[in-house]
């Protein structure tokens, strides 16, 4: 099997859990990403690693992935956002844990469990959102479209990129972080998720024409 249909059945089965656990409600979604919140914050801890930070994945976990499940029970009005205000001692324990143990200590240390917890904890909290709107006084109703909708697109961009690339790159995007893509495989995986977009839009009236496009052009190229 070539690279390209492993490429593809492997977006196709995440695509499809993602939609199951979206179908299956709230509960079952949060339950499903927390486990690609652990797993990604894993992965951070070994890049970390590499570069001789000691990233210690057990207190990036936790911090992750208490913020997504922070992030859970206030879109479910079990807890308000004020709420938040308590974690800062349980993240200021962890924070000084993780300074006191680690290789480099201090600021470093920090700076590593804090990007940990910017850069894959908030993103995937902020999900929530997307499923409902989590200002109070009013939470609207369960909507997964938009997640549906943007994960497709990164389906789609990662999809035709890669076979764009293949059948024309000769120019790399950006060598040294991921030598394997080119700016032709940029501009071929755009064009699709652009054109998707653009269909989509022609149906999905909870979103404008414009809306809808402008996502789609963010998913190209922030997913890049």
Known sequence: M??????????????????GSLLLGHLAFTLFFSVIVILSVLEFSKLLDKTGINGFSYI?????????FWGYLVSEQILDLASGLFFIPLI???????????????FHAIGSALIS???IGTPFT???YLLFDITPPVIESYQPGLIVL??????FNDSWAYISGKA??????????????????????????????????????????????FMGLLMVVFGS
Do not use: C
């Open 2 to 19: 070539s690279n390209f249909w492993k490429r593809f059945f492997a977006g196709f089965v995440f695509i499809s859990l993602v939609l």
């Open 60 to 68: 990036n976990v936790t911090l992750s992935l208490g913020f997504f």
């Open 92 to 106: 200021a324990l962890l924070l000084w844990l993780t300074s006191l143990y680690s290789k480099l200590g201090g």
């Open 117 to 119: 917890l910017f850069y």
């Open 126 to 128: 902020l999900l929530h």
């Open 150 to 155: 943007l994960f497709f697109m990164i389906w």
């Open 168 to 213: 024309l790159g000769k120019r790399k995007l950006f060598p040294s972080v991921s030598p394997g893509k080119t700016w032709e495989g940029f501009i071929g995986g755009m064009l699709v998720t652009l054109l998707f977009s653009f269909v989509v839009s022609l149906y999905y009236t909870d979103f404008t024409q414009f809306d809808i496009i």
